[in-house]
């Protein structure tokens, strides 16, 4: 009976904080899945934030992620966009420079660099919708 309860509580959609934690872990399993391996979560720079980054399935290229979480319209009951959709200018200004003062820090400058968004979106049964945008800026 208990083992059959956590089970149900798990499929329940997270919210407030643990939303994004939930999406930067399924984000980063998906990844994994196609091939890419996770170097870093959650690195903080002067000027940003990278959530995940990873060493592209072709082994040599860097790979700096931003994960966006949202409820699908159908938990929230009403009208929303696709999480993607929230990058302005001003994040995708700030991810650039935490990539590349990251690539120095860490003599990546010699790699080929790119920047990736997975979008995730969560249903009200738990269940996610995985979106992976390749070189998205």
């Not at 994994?32 to 082994?59: M, Q």
């Not at 929230?76 to 690539?103: C, F, I, Q, S, Y």
Request: glycine share 8%; proline share 4%; with cysteine.
């Amino acid at each position: 009976m208990i083992g059959w309860l956590k089970r149900v509580l798990r499929l329940a959609p997270p919210s407030g904080r643990a939303l994004g934690a939930a999406g930067e872990r399924v984000a980063a399993r998906f990844l994994r899945r196609a091939g890419y391996r996770l170097v870093a979560r959650n690195v903080a720079v002067r000027g940003g934030e990278v959530d995940l980054i990873c060493v592209a399935p072709d082994r040599w290229t860097i790979v700096f992620v931003e994960v966006k979480t949202r409820l699908s319209h159908e938990s929230t009951g009403r009208p929303t966009h696709a999480p993607e959709v929230n990058l302005d200018a001003r994040k995708r200004a700030a991810m650039v420079r935490a990539a590349r003062a990251l690539a120095r820090a860490r003599r990546w400058t010699d790699r080929p660099l790119r920047i990736d968004v997975v979008a995730v979106e969560w249903s009200r049964a738990g269940e996610h919708v995985v979106r992976h945008h390749v070189g998205a800026f």
